[in-house]
């Protein structure tokens, strides 16, 4: 009676065979997620660990991979630099700034996605294009207002200057969110009795929630991380982070150790923003990508 040979490979023997090329796919995907997740978190961790390295380490070639950590750099941006102030301003003008575009930018998505009115459409395409413009074309008509009006060195020049060109941003995303709550439910509303501000704030601000913290991630970002107007507009008293980061570089003298110390500290807040909102992140950029 013959025998029958046992499978060289027990695993592959015992899947099918049409399931064999997805799981080489899938492996192929695996590696480029990795590839994708290294190339962005990289950069990333190069800035911390420079800004942990001496400025012999950080100027070594080829690069120092094994090094003993040292705060050094950190102690010297927050208090020789006068980087904890400019941290401070930064906050003080993303915070502020990313209030009032949620403040001012959900009611008026709100209006834009329910009612119809004259000139609609073309108020929908002014705030549209205002993302259109580049800030450089602007920055001298509005260092010469901002003079005139000696607002030169102050939070509010800032925070109105960033208002602009963040309440867009919010309108644009926030009035797709309105847009997607059934109307069903402020006619519900309306028949018990509710007011037109009630129905907004109770019922479609809730369910909109997702694309306003998104709306609310990118406006703190934008004005957390903004520099043209920052340089342009402010001296010492209401200077920036990256403002100040831009200082360090003078002449020959090149302390990357101090910069990338500087760059982490103003990453840093940034991410611990998103990490705070971050299911409603994930909410609102997914929202209407599966009816």
Request: hydrophobic share 55%; glycine share 4%.
């Amino acid at each position: 009676m013959a025998t029958v040979p046992a499978a060289k490979n027990p695993t592959m023997a015992s899947t099918p065979a049409h399931a064999r090329p997805r799981m080489r796919v899938n492996a192929w995907h695996l590696v480029g997620l990795l590839a994708i997740f290294l190339f962005a978190v990289f950069p990333f961790y190069w800035m911390v660990a420079t800004s942990l390295k001496t400025q012999a380490e950080a100027l070594a070639s080829p690069p120092i991979w094994a090094f003993t950590p040292h705060l050094d750099n950190y102690v010297n941006v927050l208090f020789e630099r006068d980087v904890l102030h400019s941290l401070g301003n930064s906050l003080i003008v993303a915070v502020c700034t990313t209030l009032l575009a949620v403040g001012l930018g959900t009611p008026a998505a709100y209006a834009l996605a329910r009612f119809e009115f004259k000139g609609k459409e073309d108020l929908w395409f002014w705030f549209i294009t205002n993302r259109m413009l580049s800030p450089i074309v602007v920055a001298l008509p509005i260092f010469l207002m901002a003079r005139n009006l000696g607002l030169i060195d102050t939070h509010l020049v800032l925070i109105l200057i960033y208002l602009t060109f963040n309440l867009p941003i919010v309108v644009w995303i926030c009035t797709d969110q309105f847009r997607g709550v059934p109307k069903d439910l402020d006619e519900a509303a309306r028949l018990s009795g509710a007011s037109r501000f009630t129905i907004f704030w109770r019922i479609a601000l809730p369910l909109a929630m997702p694309g306003v913290a998104v709306s609310a991630i990118f406006s703190f970002i934008f004005s957390w991380n903004e520099l043209l107007y920052a340089l342009v507009l402010t001296r010492n008293v209401a200077r920036t982070a990256p403002v100040t980061a831009t200082s360090f570089m003078s002449g020959y003298d090149l302390p990357w150790g101090e910069i990338m110390a500087t760059g982490t500290l103003i990453v840093f807040p940034v991410i611990i923003f998103a990490l705070m909102v971050s299911k409603h992140l994930v909410q609102g950029l997914t929202m209407g990508a599966v009816k």
